[in-house]
């Protein structure tokens, strides 16, 4: 809330640096009010005929109250002072932006087999795919996004949604143990996503496919699956995680790795990222599928359109109703005691 015009602090220097100014040029003229004042004093006392009076030294004394012929001076350059701020248009500018996008459905399908638990990434493959989303999905903006989870079967954990905390909280409760049945069922999961996508009336659909191993499991072929993905208009991006041959898995009893040997279907990501109109990533370590997820995200960007609103206020009227106070006093000063009747 502002303050009353007559508050003395619309005097203060924090509300001066505040404005903007619509006139800024008479700003300049401030500064040469004290030159004027200097330029002023040597005129009256060097240059002014003076009226000479005969006293005797030892009357003249000096008094305080002499000085108080200055006041009317001080008050006419406050108000030549207030006026020429009043000139500058004082304004304050608030300026209101509203962003939006039409918004893309995005759904992401996460393995979480029992091979997830692999520590070739840091802490290991599904803590490292749940950091990577979380931080995609808060990167987002007014799109819909849902979230697939599979191992030997597939369900939908999260339906298409804007509440971007919801699906956070999501991603924190995902556990190997959500799904019994073990395996990686790729077609399944391409399968649930389109379910959930089919009817979904965006102009761009996109499903984000992570994986670490084989199609091993479900009841429909990864191919069949994706084909039937890219008739709904769903592009697909395949990311297929982990190093092949000998990975960490677990600890033996001296708290040393054990390496396991490990396999990867390379060919069939690529096929489905293909019949997708995607494209199909290979990472091996943290930094490289964050790459992936920032390239996603640069790839499957909305246009974000936005309006501007400024509401611009005046407040120069303020420094005239103080001006005009300080200019009534001063012709009240000029009619009193105060006054030099000699000089002026």
Known sequence: ?????????????????????????????LAG??????????YRYYFNQKLPVALLKSEIKNSPISWLRVVPELLLLLIVSLLLLALARPQKTNE????????IDIMLAIDISQSMQIEDFEPN????ARKVASDFIQGRMQDRIGIVVFSGDAFSLAPLTTDYKLLNSYLD?????????????????????????????????????????DNTAGNIDPITAAELAAAYDIKIYTILVGKEGLVPFGKDYFGRPNMVENTIDESTMR??????????????????????FNKIDTYEKAAIQETRFKDTSDYYYIYLY???????????????????????
């Open 1 to 29: 809330m502002l303050d009353p015009w007559y508050s003395f602090s619309w005097l203060s220097p924090g509300t001066l640096n505040a404005f903007t100014w619509g006139n800024p040029m008479f700003l300049y003229l």
């Open 125 to 128: 493959r599904l803590n490292a």
């Open 173 to 213: 409760e995902i556990t190997f143990e959500m799904i019994e049945s073990r395996g990686t069922a790729i077609g399944s999961a391409l399968a649930v996503v389109t379910n959930r996508m089919r009817e979904s009336k965006s102009k761009s659909k996109v499903c984000i496919l992570l994986s670490d191993g």
């Open 33 to 42: 009010i004290p030159i004027v004042l200097i330029a002023r004093w040597i």
């Open 322 to 344: 103080w001006a005009l106070i300080f200019f009534v006093v001063w012709m009240l000063l000029k009619s009193s005691f105060i006054s030099n009747a000699l000089q002026d």
């Open 271 to 292: 096929k489905i990222a293909d019949i997708g109109s995607g494209e199909f990533f290979r990472v091996t370590d943290n930094a490289a599928l964050v790459s992936v």
């Open 96 to 103: 209101k932006v509203e962003q939006w996008t039409e918004g």
